[in-house]
């Protein structure tokens, strides 16, 4: 009788350990998985990080990413505290991006440099807030409108802000479409976002192509060897896509590295969001300054673009300016949309995918650039 | 009375067409949807006025330049 009360007890365990934190955690987790399940909202990452989250939080199932000995605190330490996760899924990205209508028109880099501003006024911010450096840049490079570069920064400076940093990124990855439209209406006219602009459509040698990956590699990497992992990941993708003799190499990369590296990272993520350590003031104002980082990048994209029509004489449509960030390719749509809506004649597609894969380059490089300073200045990762 | 021609502006697949020959349409309707770089694109009216002929049809790989629709306003 005593050995079946005691299974009886043994059994509602997790309840008796179950705390408010925990709860409004699992809460929270069920919430993700209604917006990617229930309205289809970013559901390859929001399923794997609401589960996480759940499997996480219960108690006693040791399946928090801070457990130690536990499943995911094995992927969770081999594969983000390596960085293996960011670095792989930049692998995948690489191979499925087209640089064509980049390198088509270069001239839309220069809006891919300009979509990283918001890093830098929001890395100010934070510090102003009281942030110590490392916690600071990883808060900043949200502004970079990329989870993967995200991820690289903070769990190599600042493990503790991981979950909010990454689901921030994310969140405002998505959130592309809804934050910047109304930026871009109040910093342009109509008159302004009507400019008409040729569709531009132009095809690149298959040879500059494959020289592209392998120069922009080698050059980027030179002027930002911190960079490195990302940078030679995301032109190993694509050498692989444009060299056209390694299908099969394309194929995984693309397909199983991407999609398994991306059920894993948000797994990991979503299962590093305890209670303890998401619940706090810290989280809120990760977002907020994340909010301001990637309201930012458009606002300084935004006056580009009105330069650039201004030296163009009215050829360059200033919209184009919101494009550089490097949600991709969430805020190419976003430009062509709001053109077409000022202009139906207007198709900004093709111009506006070229500052998007910009804007891919430019994150990377503006993570680098950031890592630089504070190697620079003999500043290590929080312990 | 004048005629504008809706030109295909990128490489792509005709997903759909929304209009046909004899419809009117107001300015900013849609004529067809283009997709093109893994995104599917309206394709809009430019004009209020009347189609006076379709060039394509779903499932149709287009190319810049090729003629969509015909518009008379």
């Not at chain 1, 909010?164 to 990855?173: C, G, K, P, R």
């Not at chain 1, 994209?301 to 550089?324: C, D, F, Q, Y």
């Not at chain 1, 960030?325 to 000022?342: D, I, L, N, Y």
């Amino acid at each position: 009788m005593d050995a079946f009360i005691d299974a009886l007890n043994s059994l509602g365990q997790g309840f008796m350990n179950l705390t408010w934190e925990a709860a409004v955690m699992i809460l929270i987790g069920c919430v993700l998985l209604y917006l990617g399940i229930g309205r289809k909202i970013e559901p390859l990452l929001l399923v794997p990080i609401g589960f996480g989250v759940v499997l996480g939080n219960l108690p006693l199932a040791n399946l928090g990413a801070q457990d130690q000995g536990g499943v995911i605190n094995l992927l969770y330490t081999a594969g983000i505290l390596t960085e293996i996760f960011p670095v792989l899924l930049f692998l995948g990205l690489g191979a499925m991006i087209d640089f064509g209508p980049m390198l088509a028109n270069p001239v839309v880099l220069i809006f891919g440099a300009a979509g990283q501003f918001g890093i830098f006024i929001t890395l100010l911010l934070a510090l102003g807030l009281g942030f110590v450096e490392q916690e600071a840049v990883s808060i900043a490079v949200i502004g970079a409108c990329d989870g993967p570069t995200a991820i690289y920064v903070t769990s190599k400076y600042a493990r503790e802000l991981l979950p909010a940093v990454s689901i921030a990124a994310y969140s405002y990855m998505a959130l592309v479409p809804i934050i910047q439209p109304p930026i871009m209406r109040g910093m342009t006219t109509r008159k302004e976002r009507e400019t008409p602009m040729a569709a531009g459509e132009k095809q690149v040698s298959q040879r500059v192509k494959v020289l592209f990956p392998i120069i922009a590699g080698i050059a980027t990497i030179l002027i930002a060897p911190m960079g490195a992992p990302l940078m030679g990941m995301l032109m190993l993708g694509n050498l692989l896509k444009e060299s056209g003799v390694v299908g099969r190499l394309v194929d995984v990369s693309q397909n199983t590295i991407a999609n398994l590296v991306t059920l894993l990272l948000g797994l990991c993520i979503g299962a590093s969001m305890l209670g303890g350590n998401f619940l706090t003031w810290d989280t809120l104002l990760v977002f907020a300054l994340g909010f301001i980082a990637i309201s930012m990048d458009t606002v300084f994209g935004m006056l580009l673009g009105k330069l650039m029509r201004v030296l163009s004489k009215g050829k360059i449509n200033p919209l184009l300016g919101a494009a550089g960030t490097s949600a991709f390719p969430m805020s190419a749509r976003v430009v062509q949309k709001e053109g077409q809506r000022a202009n139906p004649r207007n198709f900004l597609l093709w111009h506006a995918i070229g500052a998007n894969t910009g804007g891919q380059i430019g994150s990377v490089m503006a993570a680098a650039v950031m890592l630089a300073v504070l190697s620079g200045l003999g500043i290590g990762p929080l312990a | 009375m004048a005629r504008e021609t809706i030109e295909v502006p990128i490489t792509g697949k005709i997903i759909s067409v929304a209009v046909k020959a004899g419809d009117t349409v107001k300015e900013g309707d849609v004529i067809c949807m283009l997709e093109s770089m893994k995104m599917e694109n309206p394709i809009l009216s430019p004009v209020d006025g009347a189609i006076v002929e379709i060039g394509v049809e779903p499932e149709q790989v287009v190319k810049p330049g090729e003629k969509i629709a015909v518009i008379e306003y």
